[in-house]
């Protein structure tokens, strides 16, 4: 067996259902992953509460979501799997970060502003220190990489400058200084065609719909606006339905609508249905699989269980070597 090259390490809010923008974000970037890393992925349950109304959907949630990461093909043997909740040592090294993190610096992030905008109502403490959560999150893990998009890279730089500064104030190196893994994120417009999709937006294709529900998503989608009618000659370039059918369609496919979109020698009708046919065609081991997977009550329970155990082995050796670094009584034995 070939030696790892080192630890990766990412997380995501428990969204549910996932759909095709989390297939194409992340989900298939962590399948990708975990073949050549030590690939550590995590259910962040706690960033939820700095934002969510209610935790009635909470566990549903994390218990769905899982469920599309497996039978989207992460690998509980090849990766660890886990709910951030379940190893409360987080919770800790945050708290212990978020001394050596001045106030103006979280204050002053872009992500808090956009944040502050969005839930004017709900400006908790949580909320400023969520990027001091996500560096714990990261630097529990002692995580050499963590996959983000080119935009994700200034949050990665605050976890590298939470770690000089904690090794710093405690003359130690034991925080490892994450690296970015830049991936090209494709930007997955939902069926309306403008925003990105989102559940929150219901613009989104959930990957667990029926290949029916898939169609009629698909069909409702909003096309190029200027092709009013079908004899219209329509632009490819500005149609969301077409940057799904370079995704999921053949080469072919993609040349003949190019082509013929362009001369209104295809209408958006059959457009659509070929798209609906080839994303429901990619999907069918998706759906098979979890089928098979949700016939088991406790797969997810077991899997989740076994991941926290494994994730807080690492987590209680780091926390260790954080009380030490610090020189708490009794950390120095
Ligand atoms: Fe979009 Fe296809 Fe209609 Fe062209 S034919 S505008 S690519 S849906």
Same mark, same amino acid.
């Given at each position: 067996?070939?030696?790892?090259?080192?630890?990766?390490?990412?997380?995501?809010?428990?969204?549910?259902?996932?759909?095709?923008?989390?297939?194409?974000?992340?989900?298939?970037?962590?399948?990708?992953?975990?073949?050549?890393?030590?690939?550590?992925?995590?259910?962040?349950?706690?960033?939820?509460?700095?934002?969510?109304?209610? $935790?009635?959907? #909470?566990?549903?949630?994390?218990?769905?979501? =899982?469920?599309?990461?497996?039978?989207? @093909? &992460? *690998?509980? +043997?090849?990766?660890?799997?886990?709910?951030?909740?379940?190893?409360?040592?987080?919770?800790?090294?945050?708290?212990?970060?978020?001394?050596?993190?001045?106030?103006?610096?979280?204050?002053?992030?872009?992500?808090?502003?956009?944040?502050?905008?969005?839930?004017?109502?709900?400006?908790?403490?949580?909320?400023?220190?969520?990027?001091?959560?996500?560096?714990?999150?990261?630097?529990?893990?002692?995580?050499?990489?963590?996959?983000?998009?080119?935009?994700?890279?200034?949050?990665?730089?605050?976890?590298?400058?939470?770690?000089?500064?904690?090794?710093?104030?405690?003359? $130690?190196?034991? #925080?490892?200084?994450?690296?970015?893994?830049? =991936?090209?994120?494709?930007?997955?417009? @939902? &069926? *309306?065609? +403008?925003?990105?999709?989102?559940?929150?937006?219901?613009?989104?294709?959930?990957?667990?719909?029926?290949?029916?529900?898939?169609?009629?998503?698909?069909?409702?989608?909003?096309?190029?606006?200027?092709?009013?009618?079908?004899?219209?000659?329509?632009?490819?370039?500005?149609?969301?339905?077409?940057?799904?059918?370079?995704?999921?369609?053949?080469?072919?496919?993609?040349?003949?609508?190019?082509?013929?979109?362009?001369?209104?020698?295809?209408?958006?009708?059959?457009?659509?249905?070929?798209?609906?046919?080839?994303?429901?065609?990619?999907?069918?081991?998706?759906?098979?699989?979890?089928?098979?997977?949700?016939?088991?009550?406790?797969?997810?329970?077991?899997?989740?269980?076994? @991941?926290?155990?494994?994730?807080?082995?690492?987590?209680?050796?780091?926390?260790?070597?954080?009380?030490?670094?610090?020189?708490?009584?009794?950390?120095?034995?």
């Amino acid at each position: 067996m070939t030696e790892k090259k080192g630890r990766v390490f990412s997380g995501a809010r428990p969204t549910g259902r996932q759909h095709l923008g989390n297939y194409l974000g992340a989900i298939k970037n962590y399948v990708a992953l975990q073949g050549d890393y030590r690939t550590v992925y995590c259910v962040v349950d706690i960033h939820a509460l700095t934002t969510v109304e209610t $935790t009635r959907e #909470l566990a549903l949630n994390t218990q769905e979501m =899982t469920l599309d990461w497996l039978a989207a @093909g &992460i *690998d509980p +043997e090849k990766s660890i799997i886990f709910v951030q909740s379940h190893v409360p040592e987080v919770m800790e090294l945050h708290t212990i970060l978020s001394m050596v993190t001045p106030l103006g610096k979280l204050t002053a992030l872009p992500t808090f502003k956009e944040k502050v905008r969005d839930n004017p109502d709900n400006v908790n403490y949580g909320l400023v220190g969520y990027p001091v959560l996500m560096s714990a999150d990261i630097l529990l893990y002692k995580a050499d990489l963590v996959p983000v998009g080119t935009d994700q890279i200034p949050h990665l730089e605050f976890a590298r400058e939470v770690v000089r500064s904690f090794n710093h104030r405690y003359e $130690t190196n034991i #925080l490892v200084e994450p690296q970015a893994k830049v =991936t090209q994120i494709p930007k997955v417009v @939902g &069926i *309306d065609g +403008e925003r990105k999709m989102s559940k929150s937006l219901d613009n989104h294709i959930e990957l667990a719909a029926t290949p029916e529900e898939t169609e009629k998503r698909i069909m409702s989608m909003v096309t190029d606006p200027q092709r009013m009618r079908r004899d219209d000659p329509g632009n490819p370039d500005v149609c969301n339905v077409f940057s799904l059918h370079k995704i999921f369609s053949s080469e072919e496919e993609v040349e003949e609508i190019n082509r013929e979109c362009r001369k209104a020698g295809i209408g958006c009708v059959d457009c659509k249905r070929k798209l609906a046919a080839n994303l429901n065609q990619h999907l069918v081991p998706f759906r098979a699989k979890r089928e098979e997977l949700s016939r088991d009550p406790n797969i997810v329970r077991d899997v989740l269980e076994d @991941g926290a155990k494994r994730a807080k082995v690492i987590a209680s050796e780091t926390m260790s070597e954080v009380r030490e670094a610090i020189g708490f009584y009794g950390a120095r034995e």
